[in-house]
């Protein structure tokens, strides 16, 4: 029994101290701003607290109605996440390299139409196929 405790406690600790974006769980988690279910892989973001509570959204434009509604103090937010729109729509970093775009022809679930991209290439070959939209960093998206 005593074995079972520090198990138990040694997994607290360990989930709690995670630097990670959580997996989305598709159809089974609600946005944390519209509170739709979350369907679409390749949409949507994760926020994530200094004190470790998770937030998560099915659409970029939930994410940046959720930060300037403030209801999470800049202060408080230790990591944002946006979903890959390529390259197997994992979670990356918000940060200044991230890149995203607009196009009315991503339909994306809440209608933000936006996608984020890791890199130049994978946003190219979207622009070229859509062809319409508006390539914007995050300062832009968030104004």
Known sequence: MKNL???IITLFFISCSADGPEPINLGK???SFCKMTITDPRFGG?????KGKV?????LHCLTSFLKENTVSKADIKN??????SNGHNLINVDEQLLFYKSDLLQS?????????DNKD?????MQQLKGG????WDELIK
């Open 5 to 7: 405790t520090v198990i």
């Open 55 to 59: 937030y998560k959204f099915d659409d």
């Open 109 to 117: 679930p809440m209608n933000g139409n936006l996608a984020a991209f």
């Open 122 to 126: 994978s946003l190219a070959v979207v």
């Open 80 to 85: 944002m996440y946006a979903v890959n729109f």
């Open 46 to 50: 994760e926020i994530i607290t200094t």
């Open 29 to 31: 988690e609600a946005c």
């Open 134 to 137: 508006m390539p914007l960093n």
